[in-house]
């Protein structure tokens, strides 16, 4: 069975119910889940489910099969019971900084219109996306242009689309290595800012920021020359 993504309408929810649909040592899975799973090169959130008479940790929440999701279980843990009501916590300050990373990285997309995304990495420390590109802008520039777009606190917002929209506008598919999961009938866009010409929309399944100005500082730190058309640039948050 596929699991509720309790993610998908409230991104900020921390701690929630759930029944234990299985569990074994390859995951436990749930009938809905807060834990946002590994995909689009943001990482599984980790936590905690806890039901009476124990608790388990949670390293990490994958993709399972048939639309499951799979919350791994620390070495050792001890599994809750099959049909057991748990408690989710979710380790808030990691997931709200990837948040805080992914929405960055979309607003580094705007900065540079036109080229093609591929491949990119949200990380708590430092986050990276790679370009088609046989120049990108200098560090600075990039710095610059992320700082105004936060200091904007532009709203972010999703909507969903019937998934032909990409046939009528394939623009809105930046990147090349990864194409967004077609056959749903349905299409998530991640919009940033308002208007006619908002600074990013694009298709998206990963949690973000309500308003850019939850960023916080963020720097350009490195360019990075991986081949002939593909350029590297890599980002922090400052605390």
Partial sequence: MSTELLYRTDAYA???EARVVSAGPEGVVLDRTLFYAR??????DAGTLRWDGGEMAVTEALKGENGAVLHMPAEGASLPPIGATVRMALDWPR????????????????LIPGAGVTGGQIGADRSRLDFDLPEPPTKEALTEGLRALVAANHPVSESWVDEAELDTNPGLVRTLSVKPPRGAGVLRLVRIGQGEVPVDLQPCGGTHVRATGEIGTVTVTKLENK???NRRVYLVLEE
């Fill in 14 to 16: 921390t701690e929630a």
């Fill in 39 to 44: 995909a689009g090169g943001q990482p599984g």
């Fill in 95 to 110: 997931r709200h900084r990837l948040m805080r990373m992914h929405t960055s990285l979309h607003l580094l997309c705007s």
């Fill in 227 to 229: 081949g002939k058309q």
